[in-house]
């Protein structure tokens, strides 16, 4: 006599607890705004294990949308758009599609699946898109495998016996006029379907994925608020030690000020480099909603001054300066940066000073943005951000 599989109900009760537990996990019990926003965050892991974790089918695998600003988990950079595919490392696939203009676009094999399955392995490897051969339209096609198919004179990437999953990242630096690629993988080696029994234990599990997203990045958040120190910002050992994106130096810390205080941020820019960026996160790790408010620029987006140095004014009310960042009212939350394939990595400093004095602290030809030109900014700003590719 078989054991019967679990019920809708079944299902339903397992899911139960999370929403609570992660609330309290999260710390943001103090309000109803902050508690009816956690559940919302809770619903839409819910959704997002759903949609790359339980209707995964690793012989018919589909690229689907990770961490976007609306599945806004792991502090998701607003310049890269996300997609994710578990994968079976015994298996041979095709990647294909067409490159487009984005700044660069990486595909990295991860070592877990989000959901406690895989080994977790560091050192993962990640492939560039530009190291393939790709057609005048733009078009290209790579087979994954163990082996490198005998005959085979194509593109080809040697796939990790450790992979659990891939994670794609293409960034656009310019939003609105650079071109997301356009991807496809097919699995070329024949299995069969997921069996019921397999299907409802990756339903039974999607607590699992929703507990480690959120959690791991809670901790995060907390981790570096203690080891780099708050209103300030420093290398992040923990990334450089764990990150597959080889070539890329992080820089973390906390902020935490009032509504009549700032936070002035000041750096050189390295003399060449791929990519650079900065973020705010909230205490959770979600991104500060970059469609709506400015809260990141990057290497195209901001203002140098004169000198030649970046300044970036992070408060909760509008300076009037070109490099705002807007942290959302969050009463505390993360701050950081990316030099990606830099000649140099510079450490910004970090001061705190009073709202009304943030000029006396930039210089004297830094423009006036005005409410109106914020405004219009803002608009502009979220028009670029819905033309891309996250779906």
């Known amino acids: 006599m078989t054991t019967p599989l679990p019920t809708w109900a079944d299902q339903m009760e397992n899911l139960k607890e999370v929403g609570e537990r992660l609330l309290l996990t999260a710390e943001r019990n103090d309000t109803e705004a902050r508690r009816q926003d956690m559940y919302r965050y809770v619903l839409g892991a819910v959704s997002n294990g759903f949609l790359n974790y339980v209707n995964a089918d690793y012989g018919r695998p589909t690229i689907t949308p990770l961490w976007n600003h609306q599945y806004n988990y792991g502090g998701p950079n607003p310049d890269f758009a996300y997609k994710f595919t578990l994968i079976d490392p015994k298996g041979t696939y095709r990647i294909s599609g067409f490159r487009g203009t984005s700044r660069f676009v990486e595909i990295t094999q991860q070592s877990t699946d989000f959901a406690g399955s895989g080994t977790g392995k560091p050192g993962a490897i990640t492939n560039d898109l530009d190291q393939l051969s790709i057609g005048e339209d733009g078009y290209f096609g790579v087979i994954l495998s163990a082996q490198k198919p005998e005959g085979y004179v194509g593109d080809w990437w040697e796939l990790g016996a450790d992979t659990a999953s891939l994670l794609i990242r293409a960034t656009s630096a310019d939003w609105k006029r650079e071109v997301d690629p356009r991807l496809a993988i097919d699995r070329l080696d024949d299995v069969p379907r997921p069996t019921p029994e397999q299907m409802a234990a990756r339903f039974s599990n999607l607590p699992a994925w929703i507990s480690q997203i959120i959690e791991l990045d809670i901790g995060l958040t907390r981790y570096y608020r203690e080891h780099h120190g708050i209103n300030t910002i420093s290398k992040s050992q923990r990334m450089a030690d764990t990150d597959p994106f080889k070539g890329q130096i992080y820089l973390d810390g906390a902020f935490e000020i009032e509504d009549d205080e700032a936070l002035i941020l000041e750096t050189e820019i390295p003399e060449q480099y791929r990519y650079w960026q900065i973020l705010l996160?909230?205490?959770?790790?979600?991104?500060?909603?970059?469609?709506?408010?400015?809260?990141?620029?990057?290497?195209?987006?901001?203002?140098?001054?004169?000198?030649?140095?970046?300044?970036?004014?992070?408060?909760?009310?509008?300076?009037?300066?070109?490099?705002?960042?807007?942290?959302?009212?969050?009463?505390?939350?993360?701050?950081?940066?990316?030099?990606?394939?830099?000649?140099?990595?510079?450490?910004?400093?970090?001061?705190?000073?009073?709202?009304?004095?943030?000029?006396?602290?930039?210089?004297?030809?830094?423009?006036?943005?005005?409410?109106?030109?914020?405004?219009?900014?803002?608009?502009?700003?979220?028009?670029?951000?819905?033309?891309?590719?996250f779906w």
């Open 281 to 389: 996160a909230d205490d959770r790790f979600a991104t500060v909603d970059w469609v709506n408010r400015q809260s990141s620029l990057n290497d195209v987006q901001a203002r140098l001054d004169s000198d030649g140095k970046f300044r970036a004014v992070i408060s909760v009310r509008d300076p009037g300066v070109p490099n705002w960042l807007d942290t959302g009212g969050e009463p505390w939350g993360i701050i950081q940066m990316r030099w990606n394939r830099c000649s140099s990595a510079p450490t910004p400093v970090v001061t705190k000073v009073a709202l009304a004095d943030v000029r006396k602290h930039l210089p004297a030809d830094t423009p006036v943005i005005t409410p109106e030109l914020r405004r219009e900014q803002l608009r502009v700003r979220r028009e670029a951000a819905q033309l891309r590719q």
